[in-house]
């Protein structure tokens, strides 16, 4: 019913989004932070690293087939990263939307690729593509201490019933 709807505790979606090395290097982080906060999603994890290969490799171990793959690793070993993870209502596919299509030239502007990229191979941010990829990438990245439990004090006004 409503009620028990109401008051049971929100089962916590969660998404990793990063913003990669062509994207740092632009000082887009601030802007793409935000856009996040704006929606409505709580931030429960973030850092800034050098991406090891052996780190990436397991990243985009479905991808080492294409042709492109040596140049993604160069690409995304070419600098910092900064990871973060986002929790809320549907916040993988949202996360998807707002980053839009892999392909900057298919990306609308309003969304990250549209706004920011030009070309595939330097395409500003990643955010995971299914629930189960998000709790693949959130462990392959993030040891569990790294993330945080907290209360947003409007998180009841940011969904319905
Ligand atoms: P995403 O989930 O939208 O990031 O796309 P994929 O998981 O299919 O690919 C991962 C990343 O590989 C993309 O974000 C691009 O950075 C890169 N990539 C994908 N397709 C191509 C391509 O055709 N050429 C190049 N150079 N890079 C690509
Ligand atoms: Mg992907």
Not at 13 to 38: C, M, N, S
Not at 52 to 74: G, M, N, V, W
Not at 100 to 113: C, D, F, L
Request: net charge positive; hydrophobic share 35%.
């Amino acid at each position: 019913g409503r009620r028990s709807e109401s008051t049971l505790p929100d089962v916590a979606e969660r998404t990793l989004v990063a913003v990669k090395p062509d994207g740092v290097q632009r000082r887009l982080v601030g802007q793409i932070i935000q856009r996040f906060e704006q929606r409505g999603f709580k931030l429960v994890g973030m850092k800034m690293l050098q991406a090891s290969e052996d780190l990436l490799s397991q990243h985009y171990s479905e991808l080492r087939t294409k042709a492109f793959y040596p140049s993604l690793l160069q690409y995304m070993t070419s600098g910092p990263v900064v990871v973060m993870v986002w929790e809320g209502h549907n916040v993988v596919q949202t996360s998807r939307t707002m980053v839009g299509p892999t392909n900057p030239v298919e990306a609308r502007a309003g969304t990250v690729r549209g706004d920011f990229s030009t070309h595939v191979s330097r395409n500003v941010v990643h955010a995971s593509d299914s629930p189960e990829g998000a709790r693949r990438e959130i462990q392959l990245w993030f040891q569990g201490q790294e993330l945080v439990q907290w209360d947003c004090c409007d998180q009841h006004c940011l969904r319905g019933a």
